[in-house]
C-alpha cells in the first residue's frame, strides 16, 4: 500500500473490485470473505490516515468511517458481537505490529537526530578543546618570555650597580 491519498488508496480498492467482478461474479462482491477482506482494508486506510493532523476533517475519511459502519452492520449485525470486534480491532490497531513498528521507527529517527546533534557537539567540544590547548601553549610561551625578558632585565640592573 503505497497510495499517498485516502482518495489513491480508495480508487486501487475499486479497481481490484472491478477485477474481481470482471473475473468472477458480481455475486462474489456480497461473499462474506470479500466483505472481511474490505472492512480490513477500509478499517488500515481509517487507522492510517486518521492520524494525520491534514485528514482530521476531511470528507472522504468520515465517508470512509461510514462505510466501515455499513459493512460492520452487514457482516455483524448483533450488536453485541460489533461492540466486542471494534474494541479487539482498536485494541490490535492500537497495540500491533505496524503500530509498534512506527513507534519503533519514530525512536530510530529520533535517535538518528540525537546522534546527529551530539556528533555536532561532540565535534565542537573537540575544536574548543583544541583552541583552548593551543592558547594555553601561546599563554606559556609568552609568559616564558616575559619571564625571559624580566630575568634578563633583572641581570641588567645587577650589573648596572655592580
Known amino acids: ?14 479497481s481490484k473490485e472491478q477485477n474481481l467482478v470482471r473475473l468472477i461474479s458480481e455475486r462474489s462482491l456480497m461473499h462474506p470473505s470479500f466483505l472481511k477482506a474490505k472492512l480490513d482494508y477500509y478499517k488500515d486506510l481509517n487507522n492510517r490516515y486518521s492520524r494525520q493532523k491534514d485528514m482530521k476533517g476531511d470528507v472522504g475519511l ?10 460492520e452492520r452487514t457482516l455483524y449485525p448483533n450488536l453485541m458481537d460489533r461492540l466486542i470486534r471494534r474494541a479487539l480491532t482498536n485494541k490490535k490497531y492500537m497495540f500491533g505490529p505496524e503500530r509498534l513498528l512506527e513507534h ?59
Open 104 to 162: 519503533e521507527r519514530k525512536m530510530i529517527t529520533d535517535a538518528k537526530e540525537g546522534t546527529a546533534i551530539n556528533q555536532v557537539l561532540k565535534e565542537g567540544t573537540e575544536k574548543n578543546q583544541q583552541k583552548t590547548k593551543e592558547t594555553n601553549s601561546v599563554q606559556s610561551e609568552l609568559k616564558a618570555e616575559k619571564t625571559k625578558e624580566a630575568i634578563v632585565l633583572l641581570f641588567r640592573k645587577l650589573l648596572l650597580f655592580l
Open 62 to 71: 468520515k465517508v470512509l468511517r461510514g462505510e466501515i459502519n455499513v459493512l
Open 1 to 14: 500500500m503505497n497510495e499517498t491519498t485516502i482518495y489513491d488508496a480508495l480508487e486501487s480498492w475499486k
